[in-house]
């Protein structure tokens, strides 16, 4: 099982997405929205769509693999 925290942010041209493969949980919104603004603020990371200017969203993707034996 494979889980990531993907944060959505708004760029200048678009959008941009930051994932974070195995997450510390549990997963406290407060935390993340309050995180995704410090990462706004303090303008530690580019994108190619140009600086981050805005929280959209995050979500937690869970990816399970099961090898078929054949």
């Not at 995180?35 to 959209?56: D, F, H, P, W």
Request: no cysteine; proline share 4%.
């Amino acid at each position: 099982m494979a889980k990531v925290l993907e944060l959505n942010f708004q760029a200048q041209d678009g959008t941009a997405n930051v994932s974070i493969r195995n997450p510390k949980e549990p997963i406290d919104p407060v935390q993340v929205k309050a995180a995704m603004e410090q990462i706004i603020a303090a303008n530690v990371l580019y994108s190619t769509k140009g600086e981050l200017t805005g929280v959209i969203g995050a979500r937690i993707i869970d990816r399970n693999t099961q090898e078929i034996e054949l």
